[in-house]
């Protein structure tokens, strides 16, 4: 308590030692708020740690990209979007706790092998629709 300011005075003891008094109580006031402030950020660098964590794994992007790819695809799918969308998330959350990037490249190969399948699902889809439009009409005879 470097910052503790006493006054001795003949005049004024009584005085003089309740504002001596309200000094030390508002400096060790400010030393509590200064302390709540430290552990405030100190919770702060924790997040930004655990960010920088996540950021730090090379095949993040990769495992987002494929993740935006699927959610774009499946806005055709044929059970709806929303049925699409949970099903998506809950594959992507039951994995999130995989940490072997082996692993990882293995699942995004997985699905990146969805996505072909769902690109030939969605051209196969256009190509008999063109079929029903343009060749299977009957000729009359």
């Known amino acids: 308590m470097s910052g503790v300011k006493i006054y001795i005075s003949d005049k004024n003891s009584s005085r003089t030692s309740a504002n001596s008094a309200a ?10 708020r200064i302390d709540e402030k430290r552990a405030l950020c100190d919770n702060c660098v924790n997040v930004i740690n655990a960010k920088e964590a996540m950021a730090s794994n ?7 990209e494929l993740y935006k790819t699927l959610l774009y695809l499946g806005k055709e799918y044929p059970m709806g979007a929303d049925y699409f969308r949970t099903k998506l998330k809950g594959a992507f959350m039951k994995n999130k706790d995989v940490s072997d990037p082996k692993e990882i490249e293995m699942l995004i190969e997985r699905g990146n092998y969805v996505v072909k399948e769902l690109e030939a699902l969605y051209m196969l889809r256009k190509y008999r629709t063109l079929k029903k439009r343009y060749y299977d009409k009957k000729e009359p005879s």
């Open 58 to 64: 090379p095949l993040r992007p990769k495992v987002i």
């Open 23 to 32: 000094i030390i109580t508002s400096r060790i006031d400010e030393k509590a």
